[in-house]
């Protein structure tokens, strides 16, 4: 009896011990590319909510409440694993890694503290 409640009580705190194990892990290229393709990604940037369309033929779409949609282009960088976005005033492409931690995702990038949003599966741009 003595050593089935030692077991639970060791098994008690490998649970409790879990979250404090969790580790943010970087996605690699292939990784991005499933999470996003064809999905839909919720958040808030600089305060506000907005709601982001990855198509499958590299088409984006973003769009805030109370502003016009912008229409741009992602990719995914295999040697970088790193996502990349385009809107029609950008010179040049711009990158930011996604991270994974406890379940959450985040964009992280060298100029911004991480920003977390979530994914729906699907076009979620218009609800019904």
């Known amino acids: 009896m003595r050593a089935v409640k030692t ?3 060791v098994a008690v705190m490998l649970l409790c011990a879990l979250p404090a194990l969790a580790q943010a892990v970087k996605l ?3 990784e991005i590319e499933a999470l996003l393709s064809g999905n839909t990604v919720f958040g808030q940037w600089d ?3 907005y709601v982001q369309f990855f198509g499958k033929e590299g088409i984006t779409v973003y ?3 109370d502003t016009a949609s912008l229409y741009g282009e992602w990719r995914v960088d295999a ?3 790193e996502f990349q976005s ?3 005033d950008d010179a040049d492409w711009e990158g930011w890694f996604v991270m994974e931690w406890d379940g959450d995702f985040y964009w992280v990038s060298k100029s911004t ?3 977390l949003f979530r994914v729906e599966e699907g076009n979620q741009m218009v609800r019904e």
């Open 47 to 49: 305060g506000a909510d």
């Open 79 to 81: 040697e970088r694993d």
């Open 63 to 65: 769009a805030q409440p």
């Open 28 to 30: 690699k290229a292939y």
């Open 86 to 88: 385009i809107w029609p």
């Open 113 to 115: 503290p991480p920003t």
């Open 7 to 9: 077991a639970s009580c």
